[in-house]
C-alpha cells in the first residue's frame, strides 16, 4: 500500500488563482519535502518540515508557502499562481539520519494558464 | 556547495546489452549516495545507496553501483538490461554533516531499451 499519497493528481489553475496541494504519509517519518521536477533539472526543493507545525525554506521557496498541520500531512500552497510553476511536484517523506533515503510520492502535475 | 553531474542525459542500449550510467558528485566530506529510479507517470523508487563499506553495492532488479572516492564517481550498472529498464534514473547525494538530510538531485539520465 502507497505510504505517501498525493492529491489531486492533476490540477488545472488559472493565472492569479489558488492552488493547494496536499501529501499525506502512513510513514511515520518526521521529514517532510516538496519538490517541483523542471525538464532539465533534477528535484529541486521548495519547503521542508521536521515535524508537526514546522516548515522551512528550501531552495526555491519563492511563491509558495507550506503547512504541516500534523505529523501525516505536509501542504503546499501557491497563493497566486503564475504559469512559470507549471511543473511536477513531489512529496517526499524520511527521517533524522538513518540511511537519509526519502520515499516519494507518485507526484502531482500542475498546468497554470 | 555540493552538486551531482550526470553527463549523459539521454541513454540508448539495446535489450540485453549491458548498461553503464555515469555520475560524478562534488562533496565536502563523505557522503551518502542514492540512485533513484522514475518510471513514467510514478514517483522515484529508491534502486541503491552508499555510505561505506565494499565501493561496489547492489540493489534491486540487478543493478549495482561501484563509488569511487579518487574519481568521485558513482557509476551505475547493469549487466543485462530489460525493456522495463526503461524510465529517467537519478544520482543523489546526501551530506552527512548538518542537521538535516537535504538531497542533491542531478538532473537525470533517460533510458531507452530497445527491443
Known amino acids: 500500500e502507497a505510504a505517501v499519497t498525493q492529491s489531486p493528481r492533476n490540477k488545472v489553475a488559472v493565472t492569479g488563482g489558488k492552488v493547494t496541494l496536499s501529501c499525506n504519509q502512513t510513514n511515520n517519518h518526521n521529514n517532510m519535502y516538496w519538490y517541483r521536477q523542471d525538464t532539465g533539472h533534477g528535484l529541486r526543493l521548495i519547503h521542508y518540515?521536521?515535524?508537526?507545525?514546522?516548515?522551512e525554506k528550501g531552495d526555491i521557496p519563492d511563491g509558495y508557502k507550506a503547512s504541516r498541520p500534523s505529523q501525516e500531512n505536509f501542504s503546499l500552497i501557491l497563493e497566486l499562481a503564475t504559469p512559470s510553476q507549471t511543473s511536477v511536484y513531489f512529496c517526499?517523506?524520511?527521517?533524522?539520519?538513518?540511511?537519509?533515503?526519502?520515499?516519494f510520492g507518485p507526484g502531482t502535475r500542475l498546468t497554470v494558464l | 556547495a555540493q552538486s551531482v553531474t550526470q553527463p549523459d542525459a539521454r541513454v540508448t542500449v539495446s535489450e540485453g546489452a549491458s548498461l553503464q550510467l555515469r555520475c560524478k558528485y562534488s562533496s565536502s566530506g563523505t557522503p551518502y549516495l542514492f540512485w533513484y529510479v522514475q518510471y513514467p507517470r510514478q514517483g522515484l523508487q529508491l534502486l541503491l545507496k552508499?555510505?561505506?563499506?565494499?565501493?561496489v553495492v547492489q540493489g534491486v532488479n540487478g543493478f549495482e553501483a561501484e563509488f569511487s572516492k579518487s574519481n568521485s564517481s558513482f557509476h551505475l550498472r547493469k549487466a543485462s538490461v530489460h525493456w522495463s529498464d526503461s524510465a529517467v534514473y537519478f544520482c543523489v547525494l546526501s551530506p552527512l554533516s548538518g542537521s538535516f538530510n537535504k538531497l542533491t538531485f542531478g538532473a537525470g539520465t533517460r533510458l531507452a531499451v530497445c527491443p
Open positions: 517526499a517523506s524520511g527521517n533524522w539520519g538513518g540511511s537519509y533515503e526519502q520515499y
Open positions: 518540515s521536521y515535524g508537526a507545525g514546522s516548515t
Open positions: 552508499y555510505y561505506s563499506g565494499d565501493p
